[in-house]
């Protein structure tokens, strides 16, 4: 049976979070001459790399790579389901819009 070092592994997800709390955030975009299509691509881009990233850092996990940690896997894994999720939400909302506008009688 397998036995698992709560104590190792939350010293892990401290030091994971403190990293997080280090690294500093991307600049928010100020630009007013950016169109909304290069925006949406941007973040669809974004979220392909996310994913990409966490399903490269669960492979090495699984093959054993002893430079990966479980930690590190489900940060970048959850990163990427919100990510997901969240450009899910706006494509939702997109299409609404849409709806709304295509059914407005002029």
Same mark, same amino acid.
């Given at each position: 049976?397998? &036995? #698992?070092?709560?104590?190792?592994?939350?010293?892990?997800?401290? %030091?994971?979070? +403190? *990293? $997080?709390? =280090?690294?500093?955030? %991307?600049?928010? /975009?100020? +630009? @007013?001459?950016?169109? !909304?299509?290069?925006? =949406? @691509?941007?973040? #669809?881009?974004?979220? /392909? $790399?996310?994913?990409? &990233?966490?399903?490269?850092? /669960?492979?090495? !996990? +699984? @093959?054993?790579?002893?430079?990966?940690? #479980?930690?590190?896997?489900?940060?970048? =894994?959850?990163? $990427?389901?919100?990510? !997901?999720? /969240?450009?899910? +939400?706006? @494509?939702?909302?997109?299409?609404? %819009?849409?709806?709304? #506008?295509?059914?407005? *009688?002029?």
């Amino acid at each position: 049976m397998n &036995t #698992i070092d709560v104590n190792g592994l939350l010293q892990q997800m401290r %030091a994971l979070g +403190e *990293q $997080a709390r =280090l690294q500093p955030r %991307a600049p928010v /975009a100020t +630009e @007013r001459s950016a169109d !909304f299509g290069s925006l =949406l @691509r941007k973040s #669809i881009d974004g979220v /392909a $790399a996310s994913q990409n &990233t966490a399903n490269a850092l /669960a492979d090495k !996990f +699984e @093959r054993g790579d002893p430079g990966t940690d #479980i930690g590190s896997v489900m940060v970048a =894994l959850q990163r $990427a389901d919100l990510s !997901f999720r /969240a450009v899910t +939400e706006v @494509r939702n909302k997109l299409v609404d %819009a849409y709806k709304d #506008i295509m059914n407005m *009688q002029v």
